[in-house]
């Protein structure tokens, strides 16, 4: 196999652990390099098998706030010797954001869930429960195509119906 030889200056600290980790493991920084640009593209060429399909989002946001990522974006480059991309950095949010969700609807769900269980057990006989045995049926004033229960709270709303709307 041919090989080309790859020179580029790091940090001390990154240096320094790297060579404690080949030393570890008694390998050589070259292969080392090679393991880790080799792991790159292999998850690269994955996350672009994953991701499939992709679109595009694009949105305007204020100067203000462009100036804080940009500073944002700088500090995390000093501070972790690392650029982040604006896109891997929104991308991060979204993703954080839509795992955060995830967790709260599904901890929504299941106090509905419990909520559900003690209503079964607070039905009657005819498995009506409490709140639902003194409700009449809003389906028989409900005009065609309507949703009963919105007819059924209109009528709570104005009980005399003289609300039609505004006057003219």
Known sequence: ???????CKIPLE???RISEEIRASGSTMSR?????????????????QVMGKTRTMA????EELFQKIKEYLAEYER??????????FVLGLIEQALEEA???FAAVRAALGEDDQDNDEEA???????????????TEDAPDGADPD???NEDEDDPDGSEDGPAE
Request: proline residues 0%.
């Open 79 to 88: 501070v972790y010797h690392r650029r982040l991309t604006q896109k891997e």
């Open 1 to 7: 196999m041919d090989t080309k030889g790859v020179t």
């Open 102 to 104: 995830e967790e709260e």
């Open 32 to 48: 080392f390099i090679e393991m880790v640009i080799t792991s790159y593209y292999e998850e690269k060429e994955k996350g672009d």
């Open 14 to 16: 990154l240096h320094n």
């Open 150 to 152: 919105e007819v059924a």
């Open 124 to 138: 009657g006989a005819d498995g009506d429960t409490e709140d639902e045995a003194g409700d009449t049926d809003a």
């Open 59 to 62: 949105f305007q946001i204020s």
